[in-house]
């Protein structure tokens, strides 16, 4: 039998099989389940894709190479309704994961679900849940991970960011700062700590001592008008990447600190997207579908399906 070959703008159409279908395998990683609404996502140094349910809260996880993401931690077993931030942290064999108590009108809110976890980054097994300090009002949103191994966590709600030494039973405020209000994203670079608030549209570099004191707090000038600044993951240097989850103009990009000017380039624009993830040359990215979420006029439309693409870096 013999097939026709078809030039097209981007694909090369072989019998039943096209490259873009191809490329789009290599390039899209579909949940296999629904109403995900995924707010964060990581990755391993071996290339797997983790996910957070902000819809489940379940983690999902793709192994390097492929297109489907499936559960891999249960909420029924976690009890966990909300997941948040997720970070993999190779060299501890730890995923972190923030959880959240929604508020419900009328009734008190389930303080003990403002948490962060941790979890066997292997297994997925269980490894210990770390209250929220000021939990009413808490809201544990985003994670990175320091050279030394202390892990930092924003604090949305408190305009705090805190800290977890390696070894420590309990959370501490590292510094609380009333210009980090809605504090939602970071990114470490060695000695430097970049964060953002999702609620002011402001960028912020706070300076890190040897000892991991608290050093200046800088306000970043952008070089264009930010637009809900939400996941946020280092490149190492002066640099980080950075989603914006605005309904009309939400972007992934690529910022450069120098001094206290912070350049931004758009490597795509893609409203409502949370968060972002490098593996290798290539950026993972995750709209969370939020409009689709609550009583907003998205409402009664499907969310499904919901997947993590993928975009080249820059060079």
């Not at 405020?173 to 549209?201: C, F, H, P, Q, T």
Request: glycine content about 8%; hydrophobic content about 40%; some cysteine.
């Amino acid at each position: 039998m013999q097939f026709k070959t078809y030039l097209t703008a981007a694909c090369v159409v072989v019998a039943t099989l096209t490259a873009c279908e191809k490329k789009a395998a290599d390039n899209v990683v579909t949940i296999q389940d629904d109403k995900v609404f995924p707010e964060s996502i990581t990755s391993t140094k071996a290339g797997d894709l983790i996910i957070a349910s902000q819809g489940k809260g379940g983690v999902y996880r793709a192994k390097a190479g492929t297109d489907k993401a499936t559960l891999w931690i249960d909420p029924a077993k976690t009890g966990i309704s909300v997941l948040l931030g997720v970070f993999a942290h190779d060299a501890s064999n730890t995923l972190y994961a923030c959880s959240l108590a929604p508020r419900v009108e009328g009734q008190p809110r389930q303080t003990e679900k403002n948490a962060l976890h941790t979890f066997d980054l292997t297994t997925g097994e269980a490894k210990t849940v770390y209250p929220m300090p000021d939990a009413e009002t808490a809201v544990c949103n985003d994670i990175d991970v320091a050279a030394d191994g202390t892990a930092y966590i924003t604090d949305t709600g408190n305009a705090q960011i805190l800290s977890l030494k390696p070894g420590a039973t309990a959370l501490e405020s590292w510094v609380k700062d009333e210009r980090l209000a809605g504090v939602d994203g970071i990114a470490i670079n060695d000695s430097v700590m970049y964060v953002n608030s999702v609620a002011a549209n402001r960028l912020f570099s706070i300076a890190m001592g040897a000892d991991g004191a608290v050093g200046d707090i800088t306000e970043l000038k952008p070089s264009m008008p930010l637009a809900r600044p939400d996941g946020m993951r280092s490149l190492g240097g002066n640099k980080f990447l950075m989603t914006e989850n605005a309904a009309e103009v939400g972007r992934v990009t690529e910022v450069t600190v120098n001094g206290d000017a912070a350049e931004i380039r758009v490597l795509k624009v893609d409203p409502g997207v949370t968060a972002i993830t490098k593996i290798g040359d290539k950026v993972w990215v995750a709209n969370a579908k939020q409009a689709y979420m609550g009583n907003g006029p998205m409402k009664d439309k499907s969310p499904e399906p919901f997947t993590i693409y993928a975009i080249p870096a820059s060079k």
